[in-house]
């Protein structure tokens, strides 16, 4: 069964129409759009990176219903293959990113792939591997579940903090305006962004509805361990999976879990950060890893500043090298040394 990319949604709601039934054990192939619903192509230019309609993103394609799963039950999605395109994309958007309040202008990477690696005219002497995986995994909330965690969202809002507006004038379809956003990851699972999701690796979601209601999307072509610039290498896909079900196991993990296939190891150059003025802050010593690795390349490689943090998005991993040395934790950002093509 293959289901075509035209078969979307952006948003999480346990009303959604299915768009497929199958069983346990079957394989199906759905289609995908890219993370940013192709607001960027080849004909884009760095400004358009500061006009796109964030609304609209992650167009997931599903849902897809499971014959007899149901609460309780946890679904078994094993990725099989990924096909990608040829073209994909990473960029800076102003007001999103690790970085954003360093990094306010738009700044667009557009990247040519061959299957194997990913260059770009904006990254010189660089092939980044490839690391396909789908960056959006997830099934329906319950109906309780969903309120309980736009319950959650908006007291996070009302202290302050970030949380994405719900923009119901962009959902799709129109049902979809009264669910969630698709941006953080929840207990249904939806944007993760684990880059060990690639082919080989089983991902495994609690089910909260009959049918458990999978949808995917947002493939990358690669992303480092953090996506620190708010886009991987975007793409458009097609993803096979194959769909088990485990009923009524005796434990039912709360948030998705996930095997990952063996990896070969990879020379890499890291940079370390700690937090120097807030105590026991992974955030901050996240930070200062990153900018540490922002200013290597820029030193060692010669890369512009805003097209190293690209790179770090699409490549570098952050890494939590120890969390109880107070006071201060330390992060390490971890770069592959094969993604230089020259010296």
């Known amino acids: 069964m293959r289901i075509p990319a035209s078969a979307a949604h952006n948003r999480w709601h346990p009303d959604l129409e299915p768009v497929a039934v199958v ?14 619903d192709g607001q960027l192509t080849r004909a884009s230019a760095h400004a358009d990176c500061g006009a796109l309609d964030l609304g609209l993103g992650h167009p997931l394609t599903g849902p897809v219903y499971v014959e007899g799963a149901g609460p309780g039950d946890v679904l078994e999605v094993e990725l099989l293959a990924y096909e990608t395109p040829d073209f994909g994309v990473n960029a800076v958007i102003p007001g999103f990113g690790f970085l954003d309040d360093l990094f306010a202008e738009p ?13 770009s005219v904006e990254l ?58 698709t941006i953080p990851p929840r207990e249904n699972g939806g944007n993760i962004d684990i880059r060990r999701l690639v082919a080989g690796a089983t991902l495994l979601l609690p089910v909260h509805v009959s049918g458990a209601l999978l949808s995917l999307g947002d493939v990358h072509f690669a ?84 097209a190293a943090y690209c790179l770090c998005s699409a490549c570098v991993d952050l890494h939590l090298s120890q969390v109880v040395d107070v006071p201060y934790p330390l992060v390490s950002a971890l770069i592959p040394l094969d993604v230089f093509e020259v010296a």
């Not at 069983?23 to 940013?36: A, K, M, N, S, Y």
């Not at 990247?111 to 260059?119: E, S």
């Open 223 to 306: 992303q480092g361990d953090g996506e620190v610039c708010g886009t991987g290498i975007e793409i458009e896909a097609a993803v096979t999976v194959r769909l088990g079900l485990r009923r009524a196991p005796r434990r039912v993990p709360r948030f998705p879990a996930y095997l990952a296939p063996a990896q070969p190891g990879r020379a890499r150059f890291a940079t370390t950060g700690i937090p120097e003025h807030d105590a026991m802050d992974l955030t901050a010593a996240a930070r200062a890893a990153l900018l540490a690795m922002i200013d290597w390349l820029e030193a060692e490689h010669g890369l512009s500043r805003p």
């Open 23 to 36: 069983r346990p054990g079957d394989v199906l192939t759905l289609e995908t759009r890219d993370g940013l």
């Open 124 to 181: 010189p002497g660089v092939a980044v591997p490839a690391c396909v995986h789908a960056g959006v995994i997830g099934v329906a909330p319950s109906h309780a579940l969903l309120e309980e965690q736009r319950a959650r969202e908006e007291r996070i809002r009302a202290a302050g903090g970030p949380v994405a507006d719900p923009l119901p004038e962009t959902a799709f379809p129109p049902l979809a305006a009264a669910g969630l956003r």
């Open 107 to 119: 700044f667009l990477v557009p990247w040519d792939l061959d299957g194997a690696v990913a260059r």
